[in-house]
């Protein structure tokens, strides 16, 4: 939810302690000594609040330890800072699922630069692309993350035809949904369809739990509601 007041996180109310006391920053995973936080003890320190988008999606996914790329989406689409549409979700899906990947792989070292490069990519996917030029910048999210984990290049040749064909596989999917365009159900389908294409062509499975349902219809005026998979019944 895109909430103007209380906890960014949970909308619930601010409360002011008598004393400071250590907290850790849901996004940077920094430690503060702060005397506020929310009555179900979410915090975000002052850094985080101001950040642009796309500046709080790179800083979220490289501290992160989380291992289930739709619960960390979930975390950050709930931050006001990412809208209810807009190309920071092009970032959001490949960076996600590059945390998840080499955090489960233990692979910390690589995971910083793989999504600084998949920011400098993705940032090149322009808002409207999905019904100006046919293309979804979430499904094209997947082609970008399965090209930095193999390290294609357009020269490449099996990398080169995986990092098209999971781009290809996302779009049908999103598609075959209907318009008009979301970008919180096109993010959840491409992640969901990135898993399976995972391990169908790795062999290696992400920690994801595909039970979600959407939060933020109130907030789409085009929501499809009931004809969406992601709608809460």
């Known amino acids: 939810m895109d909430h103007r007041s209380g ?9 002011y302690l ?7 920053c849901l996004y940077c995973r920094e430690t503060y000594e702060s005397d506020v936080t929310c ?21 979220t996914c490289i501290n992160s ?6 619960e960390l989406s979930l975390i950050l689409m709930k931050n ?9 979700h092009h970032f959001l899906v490949p960076a996600v699922l590059l945390t998840a990947y080499y955090n ?7 995971k910083e630069n793989k999504i600084k490069e998949s920011r400098n990519r993705a940032e090149k996917i322009l808002g409207g692309f ?22 294609a290049t357009p020269l490449s040749e099996k990398e080169w035809k995986l990092s098209n064909q999971i781009t290809a596989e996302n779009l049908l999917t999103i598609a075959e949904w209907g318009g008009p365009r979301c970008c919180k159900r096109d993010t959840f389908l491409s992640i969901i369809g990135a898993e399976k ?23 789409n005026q085009e929501c499809k509601k009931t004809d969406c998979m992601f709608y809460p019944r």
């Open 7 to 15: 906890c960014l996180i949970c909308g619930k109310e601010i409360v």
């Open 197 to 219: 294409f995972l391990r169908k062509h790795f062999g290696f499975t992400m920690n994801i739990d595909k039970d979600i349902h959407c939060e933020f219809t109130k907030l």
């Open 18 to 24: 008598k004393n400071e006391k250590k907290q850790q």
């Open 104 to 110: 489960k792989k233990e692979e910390y070292g690589k």
């Open 130 to 151: 999905c019904g100006s030029h046919g293309i979804c910048g979430a499904a094209v999210g997947t082609g970008i993350f399965i090209s930095l984990i193999t390290d």
């Open 80 to 88: 006001p800072k990412i809208k209810m549409h807009g190309p920071e």
């Open 65 to 70: 330890k989380l291992e289930d790329p739709l």
């Open 39 to 59: 009555i179900d003890g979410h915090f975000v320190c002052d850094k985080c609040h101001s950040l642009p988008a796309n500046d709080l999606i790179e800083q």
